[in-house]
């Protein structure tokens, strides 16, 4: 070859470069890396390193690649003589990494993402259930009511999941994502340009993952096992036996309970010789009774292989968790089936078969002080025990204690007989025939059809659960709950594609396309209460206070698209890109777009420019750049996920006293409502100097989302409250950063390390009714004009009134008040907290209120560290989140100090004594002044850098003809989190909607997890 | 290739396991796809208008009441219920619900627009009563929002979409707005002396469905009167008297022979549903979290609504006749069956006594709509203002029929003169008709409460007073103490200012149940009729 190249006939020896390829590390000259310029030429180094290769064209691009190393591109710049230095492969960028996604401790991949991707995509992990999942948002938010989460391509297919639906299971999130093991996957990419490729469905970017294939005809054989340890998660800590004693006769005090009541009340008795004295004095940590520590196990299978007909990759992979909580588990098996068979010599057909079973036994979660354990075991008074004890001897038992005398449920009856299954189960299949029309010319077409169904039976007993009031029902003593959903959905998409390459320099692709998507979805939930006993746990026609409801959705998509680029020389490079799109959810007469008969088509349109810069003679002389790329795109995308049927008159199905039903207006029509569009544009820049030691890339971007779906009101004459409409207007700019460093390069120890940071900034330009609030979790969330998405709106604090004349100093020497419901008036006194009085008029009332927390982070971002020491590589992964706020709310209940729940610690400080000087107020029942009120006592800076992951695998030299490789590794998650924030993790997300963003519902916190990994290649 | 179709008959089996699929019941209903043509999507359609109709029934009772004089606020009452009670509701009250009444309208132009009136299922049109239904409950929610906020949307086709929710009138005009109603509900109101039908659904809850629409004539009546068209008024009433043979019978509450104790026969009214006492209601019941809530709010319980002074006043300061001589002062519909006390100690020690409203425990989850006392004092009321006060008074002190319309002791004859049809109580009958025999058990109405009132001889036209307006204002007293807390009674005070063309008559009567201190702002304020009306919800 290389002699080839010597020998090659050249019209001018201008059009020849000849050089040496070195290892960076050790300098030494590297045998046989190929040396690639344009298509057609290439060259082999030879012993010495030395290659020489004709260039297509002047200032030609060259491809070096040589294997253990990472490639490289180097671009001539009109010089003859080109000496180049590559890097071992341990040097790999996280996102590029092959290998990122086999072995890995992952269940799910957005566990991946955040390390990975740092600052290409912000990922905020839901709670830490495992396998949950976490919430992503690409730029900022481009949307307030719509879905604002990337749209997910899985192998060329468009996953439009169980939109919009939730679990009966209380902080349970149903994750798609979960059904691909992260081990079949073998690239993902985080699409966040202008591009409008997918149209109306791309305003919050994509996420494009492609799953493993037969490479080579050589099969290979996989085994993966793992297994770990999930640490018990953090909790907010609580008080013991004695601090809760002493609180609870400060709470009793204020409380409706008669003194003879309290006289009675037995766990205020110390008589150890009284028959019930072990039952009331105990110092139980309920949280230990609750949690323990979970294991998790994965056993995957994978074989890859073929020969010239057909090729495929098929992998098998079980997963089995014990969680953290007491008899929640979670067993998955995935399966996937990928094969690629040519049908003749220009017809090939890619297939993927997939199917994914999920059966999980879940708790309620979050901030529920009757049926969620984890929360219950903040709650319950350290005072009793879950168990009995024999009334005369005292003596625990393991019978279950029932509710207890402050009327709290008892967790582990929860745990041991509530029941909350859920079955997920996802069927993939997707054909996908090309037909290779001649060189330049494909036509191919990708059919996919999936099933998706979920089944979920939940089972609230009577015993050991408090009852509760439903408000215009009745009590409910237990409750029991089931919901089934399926989703169908049929994908096709159409191309064609030409591409050519005219004079070695002209670079031609175009691709036209034709995509649907059409959805069918169902789902049925029942509910009803007092099944007359835990013996009967099934949904019986017999139940109480019956609720039915379900939905019955179609909607479908189509849309044409092309795209054309151009690239002149591999340095400049242009792109144009159109998608027309329709959707059923499309009014018939929207203010943008087209009409074909009675479909509405929205047009997107996007540009894109690149200048390799470092291509140029002219830096000819500038050496010490080795790369330096500017980069530009512009347009318009779609957000078209604004309800099914938002847009039409439709009545809804109402039920009516014991069985009839009957039908209701329940919508308009609105034949404008139509996507909302967001204009993105960015520009960037990506250089490398120092020998590409040092690579830095800057983007920043700026889009604007305009046809806002909002709510508005409609008139009074139509009876109806509000409907969607387009009129808000929304801003994100930002700008993000990554460094990669080849920190050290010796000849067996190696650094790799790359960090990035990302920043937007939210806010909202108009909206069509006003500023307006949102309450939820007792929170007020702020839409306003001018203003970031998602603000925290209440009472400012100011303290804690010390005595009586500074509470009256407060206001002209009367003091603060608040009006109570029944419409009287109570005043601040010692130990209340002082509210701010905004308005100064001496009360505190809804004038009051102001901005008082902004969840919007400042920064977000990852730092991935590499060492690799011969066959040890050891990856550190540092998260980390700055200057978002969150709402504490699971901590708003736990200081309160209003009730007989048990608080955290920090009320231990609270105000009991005239003059003292604290942060927290008295304890009172019923709190009558609202002292635990929304207000920025809640509101905590969430801002943390986390250990994420850190793993360190070896590969043990073996040589064996049957054994290809051996890998053994460990690692640790969540080893360490820096934070100043109060509650169990600063990094939790209850609900992937905008305006849920930055409130802690309590959920379950992620502990640390130890994993034991191997894996074998045959 | 032979290891493929192995793999894939695994694949098709694992879909085919989870793939068992559930009933396909639809939830959603596009409005181009509704078509209300057979017997079932009529129903359908009636039954969302009948479910929309609970969302009013509360609110109907305390715009109605607590805006009166005979319910009050207690100390556990919400501000919102206090300023409605004061008359400083403000447009972001909670209690406000015109876009509720509004849903029930568009419902029924919905319904009317779309059934199909000449569907003929065995011999007759099916869904002609759906129609007229429909229209009854249109025009009275109509009725409610002008009597409410003084003006009315008026709109009659189907409001589908956001384009058309600004096309209608805004209605100011009393006599244009009922011109319109009655325009629209006189050709389907049954010939005289038929029998109104109504959609038969069977039982519904505990209800039987035909008592959940609106007489059409109730409807027709109530508008004839607000226009003092009294002829017409006391016709519509008569006629739902005539057809539904309503009678004032013995359910009244009296003393025991020894007078130590109550026999206690008027809350059957309330609560036996099978009588033909209840002509309408809106029902409830406790599924799907729709029940009323005014049950909770008057009960001692929760104790948000309460009777008034003025309305304990009125009932207490009543004579109850056990003989011409023998007399007790109270009507028993007030402390037993109106209202009860209960005594607590306060804060300072002292037993203070409050009275709460007894009559929700009576009438489990509905709110009366439509009573047959209610009907027989309308039509009073009618007659009187019709220059008849002697057939109306003897309606409250004797009982209407025959007997005593025919003796000229007890009636003016001349006001029979005129031998309207609808003034028959069995006067143009023999003895032995049934019309006659009907009747003939009428009873005075104020009995019901205060013993033999025929003996009264103290209840009786004053000497020197216009006999109408003493009549009147006998009526309006004997609302209070027959029908108090059942949503009627700020209306029936502005209809008889109205009439009198004297706000002040309702300022005053309100005025009764406020403090000595307030009761002169309180006059000022309501003498100005622009007060009495809601201001429109934000």
């Known amino acids: 070859m290389l002699q080839n190249a010597l020998n090659a006939q050249s019209p001018a020896d201008t059009l020849f470069v000849t050089g040496m390829v070195t290892d960076a590390a050790t300098q030494e000259a590297i045998q046989g890396a190929r040396i690639q310029a344009g298509k057609m030429y290439s060259a082999i180094t030879n012993e010495t390193g030395h290659y020489k290769v004709r260039l297509p064209y002047k200032n030609s691009m060259l491809e070096i690649s040589a294997i253990g190393y990472l490639q490289r591109f180097v671009t001539t710049r009109g010089s003859q003589v080109k000496n180049v230095s590559v890097y071992k492969s341990s040097f790999v960028s996280p996102k590029n990494n092959p290998n990122a996604y086999s072995s890995t401790d992952a269940l799910t991949l957005e566990d991946e993402l955040q390390s990975r991707y740092g600052s290409d995509i912000r990922v905020v992990k839901r709670s830490g259930e495992q396998g949950i999942g976490s919430n992503l948002f690409i730029r900022g938010y481009n949307s307030l009511n719509a879905n604002a989460k990337p749209l997910i391509i899985v192998d060329g297919v468009i996953w439009d999941d169980l939109t919009n639906v939730s679990s009966i299971q209380n902080g349970y999130f149903i994750n798609p994502l979960l059904d691909i093991d992260v081990n079949d996957i073998e690239s993902i990419e985080v699409m966040k340009n202008a591009s409008s490729l997918y149209g109306s469905k791309a305003a919050n970017g994509a996420l494009i993952i492609k799953t493993n294939r037969g490479k080579s005809q050589a099969t290979k054989i996989t085994f993966d096992a793992m297994t770990g340890i999930i640490q018990k998660p ?16 400060d709470v009793l005090k204020e409380s409706d309970f008669s003194e003879a009541r309290i006289n009675n009340l037995l766990f205020l008795q110390d008589d150890p010789t009284s028959l019930s004295y072990n039952k009331y004095h105990n110092d139980t940590q309920w949280g230990d009774q609750v949690y323990s520590n979970g294991i998790s196990n994965r056993y995957a299978v994978s074989v890859q292989g073929g020969d010239e007909v057909a090729m495929y990759g098929f992998s098998m992979a079980y997963t089995g968790v014990n969680g953290v909580m007491n008899e929640t588990t979670m067993d998955r098996l995935n399966t996937r089936f990928n094969s690629d068979i040519n049908l003749s010599k220009s017809v090939n057909v890619a297939t993927n078969i997939s199917f994914s079973q999920i059966d999980r036994e879940l708790r309620d979660d979050g901030v529920d002080a009757r049926t969620a354990p984890g929360f219950l075991s903040l709650i319950k008074s350290p005072l009793f025990n879950g168990y009995k004890y024999t009334t005369v001897t005292g003596v625990l038992t393991d019978k279950l204690e029932g509710v207890d005398d402050l009327g709290v449920s008892n967790p582990l009856s929860i745990i041991n007989n509530g029941i909350g299954q859920h079955k997920q189960y996802r069927f993939n299949i997707s054909a996908e025939p090309v037909w290779d029309i001649s060189k330049h010319i494909k036509i191919s077409s990708l059919f996919g059809y999936s099933i998706n169904k979920v089944k979920e039976h939940y089972f609230l007993p009577v015993n050991g659960v408090s009852a509760a009031n439903l408000e215009n029902y009745g009590m409910s003593y237990n409750v029991v709950k089931d919901q089934t959903m399926q989703q169908i959905s049929v994908f096709n998409d159409t191309k064609f594609k030409y591409e050519n390459t005219f004079a070695d320099v002209h670079k031609l692709d ?27 746990t099934n949904l019986l026609s017999s139940l109480a206070y019956k609720k039915v409801n379900g939905l019955n959705d179609v909607w479908n998509s189509k849309s044409v698209y092309a795209q054309a680029s151009y690239s002149y020389a591999q340095r400049y490079s242009l792109w144009v890109v159109s998608s027309v799109d329709h959707s059923s959810r499309f009014g018939d007469n929207t203010k943008d777009g087209f009409r074909i008969g009675n479909d509405t088509w929205a047009v997107f349109p996007s540009v894109g420019v690149e200048w390799l810069v470092t291509g140029e003679s002219f830096m000819k002389n500038m050496t010490f ?32 006293m014991d069985k009839a039903v009957g039908l209701k207006i329940a919508n308009l029509n609105n034949p404008t409502l139509q996507w909302e569009t967001t204009q993105k544009l960015d520009a960037g820049i990506d250089i490398a100097f120092l020998n590409e030691r040092v690579n830095l890339s800057a983007t920043v971007f700026s889009h604007k989302t305009q046809n806002l779906l909002t709510l508005k009101q409609n008139s009074m004459a139509s009876g109806l409250g509000s409907y969607w409409t387009n009129e808000g207007e929304l801003r994100n700019t930002g700008y993000e950063l990554a460094l990669g460093l080849k920190l050290i390069n010796l000849k067996s120890f190696k650094w790799n390390m790359n960090i990035s940071a990302a920043h937007y900034g939210n806010k909202i330009t108009a909206l069509p009714d006003g500023d307006y609030t949102t309450i939820i979790c007792n929170a007020e969330i702020l839409s306003s004009v001018g203003n970031p998405a998602g603000l925290f709106y209440g009472y400012k604090s100011l303290g804690v009134f010390a005595s009586n004349e500074d509470a009256l100093s407060a206001y002209n020497g009367v003091g603060l008040k608040m009006q109570n419901v029944n419409g009287t008036y109570s005043s601040f006194g010692a130990g209340d907290i002082h509210f701010d009085d905004k308005d100064g008029n001496g009360i505190i009332n809804e004038k009051d209120k102001q901005i008082i927390g902004n969840p919007n982070p400042d920064f977000t971002g990852a730092a991935f560290n590499t060492f690799s020491f011969n066959n040890f590589t050891l990856d550190v992964v540092f998260t980390y989140s700055l200057g978002n706020d969150i709402y504490n709310f699971q901590r708003s209940q736990l200081e309160s100090m209003s009730n007989f729940y048990n608080q955290s610690t920090a009320v231990v400080n609270r105000w009991i004594a005239n003059g003292q000087e604290t942060s927290i107020p008295k304890a009172i029942y019923g709190d009558p002044v609202g002292n635990g009120r929304f207000s920025d006592r809640w509101i905590e800076d969430g801002s943390y850098l986390k250990l994420q992951n850190i793993k360190l695998s070896y590969v043990i030299p073996i040589k064996s003809s049957f054994i290809d490789g051996l890998t053994v590794w460990t690692s640790v998650n969540n080893l360490v989190t820096f934070t100043g924030y109060l509650g169990g993790d600063p990094e939790n997300s209850m609900n992937q909607s905008v305006l849920y963003q930055g409130i802690d519902y309590g959920l379950v916190s992620s502990g640390r997890i130890f994993n034991f990994g191997l894996k074998l290649n045959l | 290739m032979k290891k493929f179709k192995y793999i894939f008959v695994i694949f098709i089996l694992t879909l085919i396991l989870p793939a068992c699929s559930d009933d396909m019941s639809q939830r959603l209903l596009f409005e181009e796809d509704q078509q209300i043509n057979t017997e079932r999507s009529a129903f359908y359609a009636m039954t969302g208008i009948l479910q929309q109709l609970q969302k009013v029934g509360d609110s109907y009772v305390i715009f109605g009441e607590l805006r009166g004089d005979l319910m009050d606020v207690t100390q556990n009452s919400s501000q919102e219920l206090r300023d409605i009670s004061n008359f400083e509701t403000d447009s972001t009250n909670s209690y406000l619900n015109p876009k509720e009444y509004y849903a029930i309208i ?17 011999g007759s049109k099916a869904l002609k009563l759906e129609m007229s239904a429909a229209k009854s409950i249109r025009a009275w929610s109509y009725l409610q929002l002008f009597l409410n906020y003084g003006k009315v949307y008026y709109y009659s086709k189907p409001m589908l979409s956001v384009d058309a929710q600004y096309s209608f009138t805004t209605i100011t005009d009393f006599t244009q707005f009922s011109d319109s109603l009655i325009a629209d509900l006189t050709p389907w109101k049954p010939a005289d002396n038929v029998a109104e039908q109504f959609p038969g659904y069977g039982t519904i809850g505990a209800f039987s469905s035909s008592k959940l629409f609106i007489p059409i004539r109730f409807v027709l009546g109530e508008l004839y009167l607000w226009r003092a068209e009294y002829a017409q008024a006391a016709k519509m009433y008569y006629q739902i008297i005539y057809t539904n043979q309503l009678t004032v019978l013995n359910y009244k509450n009296s003393w025991n022979s020894t007078q130590t104790g109550y026999v206690s026969n008027w809350t059957k009214l309330f609560t036996d549903l099978t009588l033909n006492e209840q002509l309408s209601y809106i029902g409830f019941s406790d599924e799907y979290a729709n029940n009323t809530k005014i049950p909770a709010f008057t009960s001692k319980e929760t104790y948000m609504l309460a009777p008034s002074k003025a309305a304990i006043n009125t009932w207490e300061s009543q004579t109850y006749s056990f003989t011409n001589t023998i007399t007790q002062t109270g009507d028993l519909r007030g402390r037993n069956g109106s209202y ?53 008074f003897v309606f409250l002190k004797y009982g209407l029929n025959k007997i005593i319309l025919e003796n000229t002791a007890y009636t003016t004859q001349t006001e029979l003169k005129t031998k309207e049809a609808f003034i028959d109580f069995g006067q143009s009958h023999s003895d032995d008709e049934s019309i006659t025999l009907m009747f003939k058990n009428n009873i005075g109405m104020h009995s019901r409460g205060c013993g033999l009132v025929d003996l009264n001889n103290s209840f009786r036209f004053p000497a020197g007073v216009d006999s109408v307006e003493w009549v009147e204002d006998q009526l309006v007293t004997e609302y209070a103490l027959e029908t108090a807390f059942e949503g009627n009674r700020f209306n029936d005070l502005m209809r ?6 004297d706000p002040t008559f309702l300022a005053n009567k309100v005025a009764a149940k406020f403090p000595d201190e307030q009761k002169n702002s309180i006059i000022q304020l309501l003498s100005d009729k622009k007060n009495w009306y809601l201001p429109e919800k934000k």
Request: aromatic residues 12%.
């Open chain 2, 106 to 122: 568009n419902n029924c132009n919905n319904l009317i627009a779309k059934i199909d009136t000449n569907l003929v299922i065995s």
């Open chain 1, 510 to 536: 175009f691709l036209l396309g034709f995509r649907m998507l059409s959805n069918r979805f169902e789902s049925d939930y029942g509910e009803g209460h007092n099944t007359g006993g835990d013996y009967i």
């Open chain 1, 234 to 249: 953090q909790q907010i800590p609580v008080m013991n036996a004695a601090q809760y004693r002493t609180y609870v006769t």
């Open chain 2, 496 to 501: 008889i200012s109205n009439h009198r063309n």
């Open chain 1, 625 to 656: 750049i080795d790369k330096l790329k500017l980069h530009s795109s512009f347009g318009l995308t779609g957000n078209d996920d604004i309800g099914n049927n938002a847009q039409r008159a439709y009545l809804q199905s109402v039920n009516y």
């Open chain 2, 340 to 392: 009860s006390s209960f005594s607590e100690l306060n804060e300072l020690n002292d037993n203070v006594e409050y009275s709460y409203i007894t009559k929700y425990k009576n009438m489990t989850n509905y709110v009366s709509v439509c009573r047959a006392t209610l009907v027989y004092l309308r039509y009073a009321e009618a007659v009187n203002r019709m220059g008849k006060p002697s057939v109306a």
